[in-house]
């Protein structure tokens, strides 16, 4: 069974940075084709992707945010780290991390496999509030 | 990818069919997904690859589509699917809709 959960600062003070870790078991980030993400809700707004990480240490940020965060991993511990920078008022959120399952597209025109990855387990979430 | 669902909110009554409108501003194959969100609580993954159902996902809810252009149907209401739904792009990085709230009539 996977589960996943969020830790860090409930509150957290404009320019700051903000660190969250998320703990997961039921899976391993030494394991090919396994992916760990992050995703923010605003109170009463929509769901906003902001970073993932794969098993080989490849990343991917949100175009929008890329200058303010750094994902890594400690796949020992099974955890995934998130961090941002220059945190303001508007950051204010529930922050989740969710398990992320591979699927596999094989293209003939080019005798390749494409990868997509979507997120089938998520965490509880753990809510931040920017505030002075 | 920008995704933009409709309508943003839906009212209807146990027992009814909705369907619930996902549109990607280009092409991006089959590579969605559908969540459902309750408040307080973590989406949950119930569709993917627009039409595929997650295991242990009742077989009234059902996805269709390809391209730009797809949908979500709840097929006979029951009370706990009165939640908000998103649909999410995962062809080009990670793009989620603004979310269709589904209340009760």
């Known amino acids: 069974q996977i589960t996943l959960k969020e830790s860090g600062p409930t509150l957290v003070k404009p320019t700051q940075t903000l660190t969250l870790t998320c703990t997961f078991s039921?899976?391993?980030?030494?394991?090919?084709?396994?992916?760990v993400g992050w995703i923010r809700q605003p109170p009463g707004k929509a769901l906003e992707w902001l970073a993932l990480?794969?098993?080989?240490?490849?990343?991917r940020y949100s175009p929008s945010l890329k200058s303010r965060l750094t994902i890594t991993k400690d796949s020992s511990k099974n955890q995934v780290v998130l961090s941002m920078t220059n945190m303001d008022p508007v950051d204010t959120a529930t922050y989740y991390c969710?398990?992320?399952?591979?699927?596999?597209?094989?293209?003939?025109?080019?005798?390749?496999?494409?990868?997509?990855?979507?997120?089938?387990?998520w965490g509880k979430g753990t809510t931040v509030t920017v505030s002075s | 990818i920008q995704m933009t669902q409709s309508p943003s909110t839906l009212s209807a009554s146990v027992g009814d069919t909705v369907t619930i409108t996902c549109r990607a501003s280009?092409?991006?194959?089959?590579?969605l997904a559908w969540y459902q969100q309750k408040p307080g609580e973590a989406p949950k993954l119930l569709i993917y690859?627009?039409?595929r159902l997650e295991s242990g996902v009742p077989s009234r809810f059902s996805g269709s589509g390809s391209g730009t252009d797809f949908t979500l149907t709840i097929s006979g209401l029951q009370p706990d699917d009165f939640a908000t739904y998103y649909c999410?792009?995962?062809?080009?990085?990670?793009?989620f809709g603004q979310g269709t709230k589904l209340e009760i009539k």
């Open positions: 690859k627009a039409s």
């Open positions: 999410q792009q995962y062809n080009d990085y990670w793009t």
């Open positions: 280009q092409s991006i194959s089959s590579w």
């Open positions: 969710a398990h992320n399952i591979r699927e596999s597209y094989w293209d003939p025109r080019y005798s390749s496999y494409y990868f997509y990855y979507y997120m089938d387990v």
């Open positions: 990480i794969y098993w080989d240490d490849d990343k």
């Open positions: 039921g899976f391993s980030l030494y394991t090919n084709g396994v992916a």
